[in-house]
């Protein structure tokens, strides 16, 4: 909504109250003013000038030389381009030295050989929108009406030297989409008196009641309608000081009769519409629910097509008006209309929104009417368009009006004590204050042992229970006033817990690993939400389903991520890495909500790195799935805890498929899926994991503890062992280990060989180990010893030779 700050000085006694001043004390009543515009900022310079001659320009056919009388000794000489520019006109004249927008200057000029000193001036170079600037100054210059004064501050005249508030309303405050509700709201905050336009009726003998009839059969869509007549209209501008008004809050200027029923909607918030009554086609008009597939063509001239629960205004057979969103184009008032019917009516929001929704018609109106206008202000707005159109149109209002009021509605009468006010808000207000609160919002309100009984008038809609009474009571108190306190007794800094911790680390850890965080349904079909689960059950059926592909809770991530792939795979994204942590759901014997468990879940597919200036390209494998574990065990501190076995899974392959223990316990697996599944699914060659991620965060860790750099030197053996083909590299690596003692630090494989050169049956695993003594340098015979061990062992429980 945007306020003239000059145009709300009719309503309230601003005296003393800059714009600015004002729009904070709006704010923090609880109305935020998201910005104060002032029109004139930067502009200077520019007077009102009468054209005295006007004569084609020697040197150039587009341009004019104009004699322009600008206020000053002696006319002056002004070359001007605008093709409407005439004799006799009064205009706009940036004099030389004056400033336009963009802080473009006027300086003395020659164009075409001849003199220029000043520029007479368009509305949009004034700064004005050219979607506000009514039609016939679209395009050129503006001419004032010839009762201006020469030489007097054009800027003033056309109200640019005003100020402009921005309300950002919340949809409960349609009370303030009109002057005179902001002017209720100013007028509580400043404990002024609110002033309201006066309205005089001067009615002809003809009643209204001769010319047309009303007829509303949707009475609950339209439980008020009111038609006032004026005859003998003369279309023309409407006053200057209307358009200027309409133009700074953002509407558009027409003529006099359309302009005034767009200035009752700003003022009094209450939309009009006026119909030319000799375009009508008949003496009724009948309001009803639109007949399927009827049409309208309406203001903007297109057709539109109407259904059964559109509300319409009819002549009794067509429809002229789409009730509460636009007229229709076949009732238009058009500058040879002489008799006008203007509409003030109620309409029921739900039907208005529903129709502008439909057709994609959001006008002012449409706005007003859906978030609710004051059912008390129906008819004084349709008088006081009625006393305006015959002020400046010359129109002849006939006697009374035509209506038909089914309205019953009543303002809230609510009860609230000071006690409960003082206690929700944490003030100790007296009763006088809070009467006088009330009384300036103009509340009725009657005080009785400390309960207030308060009437709240039909135009604050919002206030319908006490929890409102208390709202307005604070923000009229003021909400910098209601006193901090801080919570007694002991006090707990919010933090996140152990388990939260280790999986906002997790998420960090993947991410960093350059896997990106996928959210999938929990809902799956039957044969996927069983398909890779860790531990096997029986699904958790929904009762009711939205279909059959959402109808049972997943026991694993894996076939969503999947899902995934397949979709990013078909739009040309073939290297992708996901993971997802969220729920798993495992049915319980005898209980009806399922365990909700969190997994952590994984899929990798196409290239891991590709580096093509240096020709190197790594796809996905075991390894980098295994590797991007092994820095989640790492971040978790499980490393030392984490083993890995071979297995076969469903729907993995398996022979790259290995089973995750943590300490001893199986908590998922990783490995490719089965070719078969990506065949299905058009994967490439793709990889995924899934573990349980409640026993990694719930697994007991030991404290982090910090070794000192090794002062002494390293010994390192590699030896190279002949095994069973059968035997697994990790059982032998483990046997090293135990045997090694504590000088050994560290094992690792780095070869296996299965040549020619190998007997049947038998391969080399070639491993690297690490001697060393944090307190003194290692001997040989230290090493020697240790290392013997490490070989007795070896053979003894896995049968390995030493490789000659």
């Not at 400033?99 to 004034?126: D, T």
């Not at 039609?135 to 005249?157: R, W």
Request: glycine share 8%; charged share 25%; with cysteine.
């Amino acid at each position: 909504m945007f306020v003239s700050y000059k145009w709300l000085q009719d309503y309230v006694d601003l005296s003393g109250m800059t714009a600015t001043t004002l729009s904070d004390k709006i704010t923090k009543s609880g109305i935020e003013v998201e910005g104060v515009e002032k029109k004139s900022e930067g502009l200077k310079g520019v007077v009102i000038g009468h054209v005295l001659e006007r004569e084609q320009h020697p040197n150039a056919d587009k341009l004019n030389k104009c004699l322009v009388d600008v206020g000053g000794e002696s006319p002056v000489q002004i070359i001007c381009g605008a093709p409407n520019v005439d004799k006799g006109q009064k205009v706009a004249v940036a004099t030389v030295g004056a400033v336009l927008p963009g802080n473009f200057k006027i300086k003395k000029a020659k164009l075409r050989g001849e003199e220029s000193n000043g520029m007479i001036c368009s509305l949009q170079e004034l700064g004005i929108e050219s979607r506000l600037i009514a039609k016939d100054y679209a395009t050129g210059i503006f001419v004032f009406p010839n009762d201006v004064e020469v030489g007097q501050d054009a800027l003033s005249v056309l109200g640019l030297d005003d100020e402009v508030l921005e309300l950002g309303l919340t949809p409960n405050r349609s009370d303030c989409l009109s002057m005179l509700g902001v002017a209720y709201e100013v007028g509580a905050i400043l404990g002024r008196e609110v002033k309201w336009p006066e309205i005089t009726k001067e009615e002809s003998a003809e009643k209204a009641t001769d010319l047309i009839q009303v007829n509303v059969e949707a009475s609950e869509d339209n439980p008020l309608y009111v038609a006032k007549v004026i005859k003998d209209v003369k279309i023309a501008p409407s006053p200057l000081w209307m358009q200027t008004r309409l133009m700074a809050a953002g509407i558009r200027p027409h003529n006099n009769v359309v302009d005034i029923t767009n200035y009752i909607l700003l003022e009094y918030g209450q939309p009009l519409h006026a119909f030319d009554y000799d375009r009508l086609g008949s003496k009724e008009l009948v309001i009803r629910k639109a007949h399927a597939a009827e049409k309208i063509t309406t203001l903007d001239d297109v057709e539109r097509e109407l259904a059964s629960d559109h509300l319409v205004i009819t002549n009794g057979t067509e429809p002229v008006a789409i009730a509460g969103v636009m007229g229709g184009a076949n009732s238009e008032v058009q500058d040879d209309t002489t008799t006008v019917i203007i509409e003030a009516a109620y309409f029921a929001g739900t039907v208005v929104r529903k129709a502008s929704k439909d057709h994609a018609l959001r006008s002012e109106s449409s706005a007003r009417f859906e978030k609710g206008v004051d059912p008390n202000r129906v008819r004084e707005a349709g008088e006081r368009a009625a006393q305006l159109i015959s002020q400046y149109a010359g129109g002849t209002v006939l006697e009374g009006s035509v209506e038909v009021d089914t309205l019953t509605i009543e303002p809230a009468v609510i009860s609230i004590t000071l006690e409960k006010i003082n206690k929700l808000l944490g003030t100790s207000m007296s009763v006088s204050e809070v009467e006088s609160i009330f009384t300036r919002l103009q509340f009725g309100v009657s005080v009785d042992n400390e309960t207030f009984t308060v009437t709240v008038p039909t135009r604050r809609g919002d206030i319908t229970i006490e929890a409102d009474l208390v709202e307005e009571a604070a923000r009229m108190y003021g909400y910098d006033n209601i006193p901090t306190t801080l919570p007694t007794g002991t006090v707990t800094p919010g933090h996140l817990t152990d388990y939260q911790q280790k999986r906002r680390k997790a998420r960090r850890t993947l991410e960093g690993a350059g896997l990106y965080q996928a959210i999938t349904y929990s809902l799956t079909s039957k044969n996927k939400a069983v398909q890779y689960a860790l531990d096997a059950r029986e699904s958790v059926a929904l009762a009711m389903p939205m279909s059959e592909e959402r109808s049972q809770l997943r026991l694993s991530i894996v076939p969503q991520l999947l899902e995934v792939v397949k979709y990013n795979n078909a739009r040309q994204l073939d290297s992708l890495a996901l993971y997802e942590i969220g729920s798993v759901f495992l049915k319980q014997d005898g209980e009806q909500l399922p365990e909700e468990r969190e997994h952590v879940a994984g899929a990798m597919t196409g290239l891991w790195e590709s580096n093509p200036w240096q020709g190197e390209k790594k796809p996905v494998d075991f390894y980098v799935a295994k590797g991007v574990l092994e820095a989640l065990f790492d971040t978790l501190g499980l490393i030392g805890k984490i083993e890995y076995r071979q297995s076969e899974k469903e729907g993995m392959h398996p022979g790259r498929t290995a089973e995750v223990l943590l300490n001893g316990d199986v908590i998922g697996f990783v490995g490719q899926v089965h070719p078969t599944v990506q065949k299905e699914l058009d994967l490439k060659e793709t990889y995924v994991f899934e573990l349980s991620f409640k026993a990694m965060a719930e697994a007991a860790v030991a404290p982090i503890q910090y070794n000192a750099i090794p002062r002494f030197p390293s010994i390192t053996r590699d030896i190279a062992l002949v095994v069973d083909a059968t035997t697994v590299a990790g059982d032998i690596q483990k046997i090293i280990a135990e045997a090694g003692g504590k000088l050994l630090k560290e094992v690792s494989v780095f070869d296996l060989y299965e040549g020619e050169r190998m007997e049947p049956g038998k391969k080399s695993l070639a491993y690297s180990l690490k001697y060393f003594d944090p307190e003194r340098t290692l001997t040989d015979e230290d090493v020697t010893k240790a290392h013997e061990k490490v070989l007795a062992a070896v053979k003894e429980k896995a049968g390995a030779e030493l490789r000659g």
